[in-house]
C-alpha cells in the first residue's frame, strides 16, 4: 500500500510534519520566557520577596497552550487561518495582517525544516515506530538549537526527556542495545565534562555550557557510544566550516561567540539518519572491515 500511495502517504506526512513544526516556533518563542518566570518565582520564594515587590505583577498565566500567539508588535490576536504553517506567512507575505510589522523569516523556515525532517524520517527508517522516535528527535534538537542560538541555553525540560527516552526507546533496541545507550549516554557526558575540566584547568575559562553534556548525553542514548566519536569530529568540522564562511562573508576578523549546540544537534542529525553508512564507509577505508 505504500509503494502504490507513496506521494499520498509522504504528503501527509509533510503536513504533519509542518504542523509540528508550527508547535516547534511556540516553543522556540515561549520555554526560555517560561523558564525566566520560573527562575524569578524561585529567587523570589527564596529570598522571601513578596511578588508585589517586584517588576513583574502580571499574574497571567503562560505556558504552551494559553495566551493565544499575537503580534508583539501591536498585540493582534493570531487567527486560525493567519497561523497555517508556510501558507499563512505567502498570503500575509512576511508581515501582520493588523500593523504590517515584518514577520521573522526563521518561523516559516522552522515549519518547512520540521516538515522536511518528518518526510526524511519515514524516507530513511519507513512507515513505523522507528521513523516516528526519529522525528521526534529530529523535533527536539530543531528546538533546542534555536533556543540556543537566541538564548545560550540547552534547556534541562528538552535534554534530560530526551535522554530519559533515548534509554526507554533502546530498551526496546529501536536504534541500539540498551547497553550500547547506557554507555553511551554515559559517555557522552563524560568526555564533555573532561574537556570541560582541562579546559577550564588550562585556560580558567568555561569553553561550554553543561547543556553541552546533556545533549551529547542525550545522542548517545538514542543512537549508542558508537557514533560519539563521529558525532564529536562532525559538529566540530561544521563549526569550523561556520567561522570560515561567516569570516569570508562578513570579512571581519573575529568569529563570533555562537553557542555549541546547535553543530551537535547537526551532527546528531547526520548520525542518526547515515551515522551507519559513514561509520562503514570509514572502516572500510582504514582497512578494517
Known amino acids: 500500500m505504500l509503494a502504490e500511495y507513496s506521494f499520498l502517504v509522504m504528503l501527509w506526512v509533510l503536513l504533519f510534519g509542518l504542523a509540528v513544526g508550527s508547535f516547534l516556533n511556540v516553543v522556540i518563542y515561549r520555554l526560555p520566557i517560561m523558564l525566566e518566570k520560573s527562575w524569578f518565582s524561585d529567587c523570589r520564594e527564596l529570598l522571601d520577596i513578596h511578588p508585589a515587590e517586584t517588576e513583574d505583577k502580571s499574574n497571567q498565566t503562560f505556558n504552551l497552550i494559553v495566551p493565544r500567539s499575537a503580534c508583539p508588535s501591536c498585540g493582534h490576536a493570531i487567527t486560525a487561518w493567519e497561523n497555517i504553517p508556510l501558507i499563512s506567512y505567502l498570503v500575509l507575505r512576511g508581515r501582520c495582517s493588523e500593523c504590517a510589522h515584518p514577520i521573522s523569516i526563521r518561523y516559516p523556515l522552522t515549519e518547512a525544516f520540521t516538515g522536511v525532517m518528518a518526510v526524511l524520517s519515514v524516507w530513511v527508517f519507513g512507515f513505523g515506530y522507528q521513523a516516528l522516535a526519529a522525528f521526534v528527535l529530529c523535533s527536539a534538537l530543531i528546538a533546542m538549537s534555536l533556543i540556543d542560538l537566541q538564548h545560550k541555553l540547552l534547556p534541562d525540560n528538552i535534554t534530560l526527556p530526551l535522554l530519559w527516552l533515548g534509554l526507554l526507546l533502546n530498551s526496546f533496541a529501536l536504534f541500539t542495545d540498551l547497553q550500547?545507550?547506557?554507555w553511551g549516554a554515559a559517555l557522552g557526558y563524560g568526555v564533555f565534562w573532561l574537556v570541560f575540566q582541562l579546559f577550564k584547568l588550562l585556560t580558567g575559562k568555561e569553553g561550554m555550557?553543561?547543556?553541552?553534556?546533556?545533549?551529547?548525553?542525550a545522542l548517545g542514548a538514542w543512537l549508542g557510544w558508537q557514533y560519539l566519536a563521529q558525532i564529536i569530529l562532525l559538529s566540530s568540522?561544521?563549526?569550523l566550516v561556520?567561522?570560515?564562511?561567516?569570516l569570508l562573508i562578513t570579512r571581519q576578523s573575529q568569529f563570533p561567540k555562537i553557542p555549541y549546540g546547535p553543530?551537535?544537534?547537526c551532527a546528531g542529525g547526520i548520525a542518526l539518519f547515515y551515522g551507519a553508512q559513514i561509520n562503514h564507509a570509514y572502516l572500510a577505508w582504514a582497512g578494517l572491515l
Open 180 to 182: 550500547s545507550a547506557v
Open 209 to 217: 555550557g553543561y547543556g553541552d553534556f546533556k545533549l551529547l548525553a
Open 242 to 246: 561556520a567561522a570560515v564562511l561567516y
Open 263 to 265: 553543530f551537535l544537534s
Open 237 to 239: 568540522m561544521i563549526a
